[in-house]
């Protein structure tokens, strides 16, 4: 005679609940779907009308009907050109000294550490930080290399972090097998790793330079114009830029000024979008290369 | 290539040159070096600025009124320098944002985890960090011109900038990164322990109700720390959306000030430095730094001290 397992008795109050959990879980999931959607759409809707090439050209008005963004557009290209000038460089150097030269010393560890701490400083605080060091004490003013050191300092610490993580995924093989051959430390970094990790490196960067179009508070930290009516000549000259040209409009009362703001925010987030996806495309070819 | 070309383009060993390489070779790892110590200089750079112009600002007003003063006036006489309601109006969003982010993004990383298909994964991964990038003066704007209206339509009494429509939003941005630090979380969970409690007769609730969540806690815990301090820091979002008005209230259909944004509204006026408005943003803000670094610091130490590891 063999045992006929009974099913316990709550088997189907249970069954009930996993199901239950199930379906929470999952429409809890796509309802970050749909607020990415409801934003993307309500933003489209609100500043589509004001979207032209008028709107690209001319400069920001107190009258609505005048208003564009070319100060800010220009200004964040500014600004961005400027701080991946000051950040790659010294983003990937570092990352290439913690992840191929560094032993573990004690100072190698307060790096790290400290590396760490500044990835989650609030942003606002780098903005103080440029206004004490930048703005005023080494008397830069409002001026756009300000803006651009300041933000090289708030990615660096996301530049170093995805970087050295490049760095680590070049499997071991190819450093030994050039040392092998004689070459130098640093032959092999130039010429065998670094290539190998630069899909990772250039994507990690695309981001964190996305990240730096987007920010704000720090550029009001250091006191750029909400209200600049020609495009930068140089880097010493003052600047706005897309986020202030937003956040300016946001905080009129008019409706008309709103609706300008969701302009731009259409701009700002094509831009940013584009940037995305130009990062997913490298990080797609390069799995492709190793597979 | 041929190996005529290889011969002549190989590498060689330089032994004469050996002391010149040497030498390039300890010059650049220099570099590389300094490269890497400025983080510890700007870590050096964070903490004098802010405490020098915080030290300043204490000689002329005492620590104590500063921490536990119920009025902050600061610009409009008579003064009074009590920080009571800014941290009060950062805690309200701190609180709101984690009741909609925290249980969001859990669920989110409970589904990655342990439901997604491979295609629902490539589909939702991608949302996730496009949601997660989106510039905060995006969300403000969100907050003021659909949220708080939305709000307006159920309560007719909010006020325009009010706490809820800010927490809510700032709730959205926490989200992202709660949702992939569960899911990393609950990956790293080995799948015999699933099998094991499947094989038991659990369903799929009870596994993660009482597997693989209670066994990636240290990670989920330290996901929910993090998105606070994030929530601590937002700055433009709570400025756009929660008001200008620094007070002591639980109503969050209210308008409030942060910490943050009063840095920002200070500074989008004209102070100049050294006098004593200009300090209170370096004393608010060493008061923010040292709240968001002990809430990371925190978190890390979570993720150290209490992670299970499986071989």
New interface residues.
């Given amino acids: 005679m063999s045992p006929i397992l009974e099913p316990p008795a709550n088997l189907r109050r249970r069954k009930v609940w996993a199901r239950l959990f199930r379906l929470l879980c999952l429409s809890l999931t796509w309802l970050s779907l749909v607020l990415l959607a409801v934003l993307l759409v309500h933003a489209t809707r609100e500043g589509l009308p004001w979207l032209d090439l008028q709107f690209i050209k001319d400069f920001p008005s107190r009258f609505p009907a005048r208003a564009g963004i070319k100060s800010a557009l220009v200004g964040t290209l500014w600004l961005i050109s400027l701080t991946a000038v000051f950040s790659i460089p010294i983003g990937v150097a570092g990352a290439i000294y913690l992840e191929e030269y560094a032993s573990r010393t004690r100072l190698n560890t307060a790096i790290e550490i400290s590396i760490a701490n500044l990835a989650g400083v609030p942003s606002i605080v780098y903005g103080m930080l440029g206004l004490a060091i930048f703005v005023r004490w080494m008397a830069l003013g409002r001026s756009v290399v300000a803006g651009a050191l300041t933000m090289s300092l708030l990615i660096l610490p996301v530049i170093i972090i995805s970087s050295r993580e490049a760095l680590r995924a070049v499997p071991d093989s190819i450093r030994r097998a050039s040392f092998a051959l004689g070459a130098t430390q640093w032959q092999t970094i130039r010429h065998h790793v670094l290539p190998a990790a630069l899909p990772g490196i250039l994507t990690g960067t695309i981001l964190a330079l996305s990240r730096a179009i987007g920010e704000t508070a720090p550029l009001i930290m250091i006191g750029a114009l909400t209200y600049v009516a020609f495009v930068p000549a140089g880097p010493m000259d003052a600047f706005t830029a897309l986020p202030i040209q937003i956040f300016n409009w946001v905080s009129r009362p008019q409706q008309e000024f709103h609706e300008l703001a969701a302009a731009g925010i259409v701009v700002l987030l094509a831009v940013l979008l584009l940037m995305n996806g130009i990062a997913v495309v490298i990080r797609q070819r390069s799995q492709g290369m190793r597979s | 290539m041929t190996s005529a070309q290889w011969l002549e383009d190989r590498?060689r060993?330089a032994l004469g040159g050996k002391r010149a390489?040497r030498w390039?070779?300890e010059a650049?790892?220099g570099?590389?070096?300094l490269?890497?110590?400025?983080?510890?200089v700007?870590?050096v750079?964070?903490a004098g600025?802010?405490i020098g112009?915080t030290v300043q600002f204490f000689r002329a007003v005492p620590v104590w009124d500063f921490l536990t003063g119920t009025k902050w006036f600061p610009l409009l006489a008579p003064r009074s320098f009590g920080v009571l309601p800014l941290l009060a109006g950062t805690m309200m969003i701190v609180v709101g944002s984690a009741l909609v982010g925290i249980?969001?993004g859990l669920?989110?990383g409970?589904?990655?985890s342990?439901?997604?298909s491979a295609r629902a994964r490539s589909i939702?991964k991608?949302?996730?960090?496009?949601?997660a990038?989106?510039?905060?003066?995006?969300y403000?704007?969100?907050a003021?011109?659909?949220v708080t209206p939305l709000i307006r339509v159920i309560l007719p009494q909010t006020n325009i900038f009010n706490a809820a429509s800010a927490s809510i939003v700032v709730g959205?941005m926490v989200?992202?990164m709660v949702?992939s630090l569960c899911d990393d979380a609950l990956r790293a969970v080995p799948d015999s322990l699933r099998q094991a409690a499947y094989a038991l007769?659990a369903?799929?609730?009870?596994v993660?109700a009482r597997v693989t969540v209670p066994a990636a806690l240290s990670g989920i815990v330290a996901s929910f720390v993090?998105a606070l301090?994030r929530a601590?820091?937002?700055?433009?979002a709570v400025?756009?959306a929660a008001g200008a008005t620094p007070k002591l209230t639980l109503n969050p259909l209210e308008s409030i000030q942060t910490m943050?944004a009063y840095?920002?509204q200070v500074?989008?006026g004209d102070t100049p430095?050294g006098t004593v408005e200009y300090q209170t943003?370096?004393a608010v803000?060493t008061l923010?730094?040292v709240i968001?670094?002990v809430?990371?610091?925190a978190a890390?130490r979570i993720l150290r001290r209490f992670r299970e590891v499986y071989e």
């Fill in positions: 590498p060993l390489r390039h070779e650049i790892k570099l590389l070096f490269c890497a110590v400025l983080s510890i700007v870590t750079a964070i600025v802010l112009e249980p969001v669920a989110s409970v589904y990655l342990e439901y997604a939702l991608p949302i996730l960090e496009i949601l990038g989106i510039p905060t003066v995006v403000g704007y969100f003021l011109t659909f959205i989200l992202p949702a007769g369903t799929p609730l009870e993660a993090l301090s601590v820091g937002e700055t433009m400025t756009i943050t840095i920002v500074s989008l430095a943003i370096f803000g923010l730094f968001t670094l809430a990371n610091l890390n």
